[in-house]
């Protein structure tokens, strides 16, 4: 492929250039455009789509059944991801709600949406009518928000009827107050409807399970890149957009956060990239919360040394403790294991590390971060629940190991399938990378 660059002037450099032609390797060399690994494109097209979609609207309706609601009504643009596999306006929609979708316990999905992207969703087999959106957000409806608001709750209790064979009850995601107040109004009933669609989230398909697969390709092969480029002299922002630049050229979307630290930046943790230079002998660590082609997260954390000094004795003793940390609790997983055994059984924390621990051992994993989230033994009677792990389950193990005060940290995690015989690791990525101990 040849791509023409115009006579002009830069705009990095300056410099004037002439019309030429340059081709696809030159481009990939020079680092304008990210280099491909085609296989992984092609994993990700043979992906049975219309296979996963009625997998997740089957569990979905499930749940619909199991508490007697004539539907959901999602709003969370990652609800409607698994119900309709589209995404159009993702992230946008996330702070400015307008483009929902309503699930019939027994009948339609039909999907509200903008009619200038309407096409975006069209010839999903799973989405039986689309209609135009009645937004009713400030930034859409101005001052006319009460009446915008008003007419789409009629129009809301208006399908509610239609297709709820009488059924009144149903089951909301996200709504505003004076929408959810204008639904009641209208003789709808409320209910939430994230346990519905974190439980249908739970348990993974055959489907979802090869999409987790290649989208955790496309996380090891951007991982593997980011470890290549780790360099003195490199910013933490220009490592980090190294994982951006790798998950977008195959099709990935988004990651969760921007958790990448190095030297002192470390400890503790939750730290976002900066325009920190790395210095040899830094440790780097990062999370990648990355949501990768499909939709799909793959949520691992590895932590480098960057090239130019050896460890130190301090250093190797920190990756010492989250390696046998994260070893020893994936060995604990297996189905029917409850979440308070697992928090009972996990890996001692010693004590001077306790205070900057990671906020949980274990949270499932999806289209995003979902249920559970399996806490410390420590934190069981402050905010943990119980729950157990069943077969087909995804899941990430954390650690951070930092002491309170420490001049540096180091964050592990893994991605693993629960299957009859245990975790079964999602990622090649080595968890030390070349460090030894």
């Known amino acids: 492929m040849d791509i023409r660059y115009n006579k002009g002037i830069s705009a990095s450099t300056g410099i004037s250039s002439e019309n030429r032609y340059y081709r696809q390797d030159e481009l990939v060399a020079t ?10 494109i092609g994993a990700f097209e043979a992906i049975n789509r219309p296979a996963l979609r009625a997998y997740r609207l089957d569990r979905l309706r499930a749940q619909l059944r199991m508490h007697d609601y004539a539907g959901m009504l999602l709003a969370d643009p990652v609800n409607i991801r698994y119900a309709t596999d589209t995404n159009s306006l993702g992230v946008w929609v996330m702070h400015a709600p307008s483009r929902y979708v309503f699930v019939a316990t027994d009948g339609p999905v039909v999907l509200f949406d903008f009619t200038s992207s309407v096409h975006n969703s069209e010839g999903i087999e799973s989405i039986d009518e689309i209609r135009p959106t009645i937004p009713w957000n400030y930034f859409l409806a101005g001052p006319r928000v009460e009446e915008k608001a008003a007419a789409w709750a009629r129009t809301m209790a208006d399908v509610v009827r239609q297709y709820g064979g009488g059924n009144r009850r149903l089951a909301v995601d996200k709504c505003d107050p004076w929408g959810a107040e204008r639904l009641r109004i209208e003789g709808v009933t409320l209910h939430d409807a994230q346990p519905l669609t974190e439980m249908a989230r739970l348990i993974k398909g ?4 090869e999409q987790h697969k290649v989208s955790m390709g496309v996380c090891d092969l951007a991982v593997t890149r980011m470890r290549e480029a780790l360099r003195p002299g490199i910013t933490e922002n220009q490592l980090w957009s190294v994982l951006q630049d790798t ?9 969760e956060a921007r958790l990448l630290s190095s030297g002192p930046r470390t400890n503790p943790w939750f730290r976002d990239a900066s325009n920190r230079v790395i210095n040899a002998g830094d440790i780097v660590g990062f999370d990648t919360d990355m949501v990768g082609p499909g939709g799909y997260l793959s949520d691992i954390s590895r932590s480098f040394i960057c090239p130019g000094k050896n460890p130190s004795a301090d250093q190797l003793t920190l990756f010492g403790h989250a390696r046998d940390q994260i070893s020893h609790n994936c060995s604990l997983l297996k ?7 697992f928090s009972e059984k996990c890996w001692t924390v010693p004590e001077k590390y306790v205070h900057n621990r990671y906020m949980m051992m274990v949270h499932g994993c999806g289209l995003v971060d979902e249920y559970p989230s399996v806490a410390y033994a420590v934190d069981f009677d402050e905010w943990g629940y119980d729950g157990t792990f069943e077969e087909n389950m995804v899941v990430s193990v954390e650690s951070f190991i930092g002491e309170r005060g420490g001049s540096e940290g180091v964050k592990l995690e893994e991605q693993v399938l629960i299957t009859k015989e245990g975790a079964v690791l999602l990622s090649n990525c080595p968890l030390l990378g070349d460090i030894s101990i």
């Open 335 to 341: 189905p029917g294991v409850t979440f308070r055994e």
């Open 247 to 255: 998950n977008t050229a195959h099709g990935g979307e988004w990651s």
């Open 206 to 209: 055959p489907q979802e399970i």
């Open 31 to 40: 680092h304008q455009i990210s280099a491909i690994d085609k296989s992984l």
